[in-house]
């Protein structure tokens, strides 16, 4: 996801710094990365790691959460392309995505700090699922919902509990299973044994 898709609303007719941009999320991620909460994270310390004015940032974003948001949302890969082909290889590339994000440690490590703050911070955390889960979650919604109607799946299958099966066991995976690389075959594992529950 690239900066520019962001929703935050910026000052009309001011020249942009692609370089300066990058800069700014780059040094939030680091922070948040290296161990700073949300809460302790501060416009002057993320200016200062950057390399610019607080003015820069201020032209970019209204205030800390803003940007907070646009940072997390680019630790998530656009939704893949989908073939249609079957559910199975659509499934298998949705949640190949989630393998190969969670395979870069800072990724890792910036998402389980900053969701640890979530109660803390719910209006950020519910912009930022907007933002960069939910798009997911409908795509793995349609696919499993045209298996239901193709006959590819159970006619009885429950989809928010399909959906669970197989993002819950990759959540396990990439966040809370054994320490190590993820295997690239993991998400066709975790497909092919959720179907077996699933496929009528």
Do not use: H
Not at 17 to 22: F, I, T, V
Not at 30 to 49: F, K, N, P, T, W
Not at 136 to 154: D, F, H, K, P, T
């Amino acid at each position: 996801m690239t900066i520019q898709e962001s929703g935050t609303a910026r000052p009309a007719g001011r020249p942009r710094s692609e370089k300066a941009e990058k800069a700014i999320i780059e040094a939030t991620l680091d922070l948040i990365g290296e161990g700073m909460g949300v809460s302790d994270l501060s416009i002057e310390a993320i200016a200062s790691r950057a390399g610019v004015g607080k003015t820069t940032i201020y032209r970019r974003w209204s205030n800390k959460e803003d940007l907070v948001v646009d940072a997390l949302a680019t630790l998530k890969a656009p939704v893949p392309s989908l073939t249609g082909t079957s559910v199975r290889d659509d499934l298998i590339s949705l949640l190949d995505a989630m393998r190969s994000e969670s395979g870069v440690a800072r990724n890792r490590c910036v998402m389980k700090i900053a969701m640890s703050e979530a109660d803390r911070y719910p209006q950020l955390m519910d912009r930022f699922v907007k933002r960069a889960i939910e798009p997911r979650r409908q795509a793995m919604r349609s696919v499993i919902e045209r298996g239901i109607a193709n006959g590819e799946l159970r006619a009885d299958l429950d989809v928010s509990m399909g959906m669970a099966v197989l993002t819950g066991t990759m959540l396990w995976f990439t966040k809370w299973g054994p320490a190590g690389d993820l295997a690239p075959d993991l998400a066709e594992r975790v497909v092919d044994v959720a179907l077996a529950g699933m496929a009528p």
